[in-house]
């Protein structure tokens, strides 16, 4: 079991940056590899980013591509999403998730463990 609950979101202008953090409960965040998806109103959830159980290997959505990094923390039990460049687009609920699967996927029922979401609001 694995409990998430993700925070830095807020309201940041159009070419802002921001840093999303999303803390894990429980004794084998080690064993999970994570993801970033974001829910924009009236829109499916979509993939952002994700990162292997042990940090090496990433993967990112075309749309963030050279403007967002995942990375993680083991011992501090933490995932981040290092947001740059931000634009109006990128507005939406940011969701932390984790999966135990052997492989790391792309698709939201793939992943077992969801956190509450924190809101990123990118003004024009």
């Known amino acids: 079991q694995v409990q998430l609950v993700e925070s830095g979101g807020g309201l940041v202008q159009h070419g802002g940056s921001l840093r999303l953090s999303c803390a894990a409960s429980?004794?084998?965040?080690?064993?999970?590899?994570m993801a970033w998806f974001r829910q924009a109103p009236g829109k499916e959830r979509e993939f952002v980013a994700s990162?292997?159980?042990?940090?090496?290997?990433?993967y990112y959505a075309d749309s963030v591509k050279g403007r967002f990094t995942i990375s993680r923390d083991n011992a501090k039990k933490i995932v981040y999403l290092q947001m740059s460049s931000l634009k109006p687009e990128d507005t939406a609920v940011y969701y932390c998730?984790?999966?135990?699967?052997?492989?790391?996927?792309?698709?939201?029922?793939?992943?077992?463990?969801w956190g509450q979401g924190t809101q990123v609001t990118v003004s024009s």
């Open positions: 998730a984790a999966t135990f699967n052997e492989g790391i996927g792309r698709r939201a029922f793939e992943y077992n463990y």
């Open positions: 429980g004794r084998t965040f080690s064993s999970f590899h």
């Open positions: 990162i292997r159980r042990s940090g090496i290997g990433t």
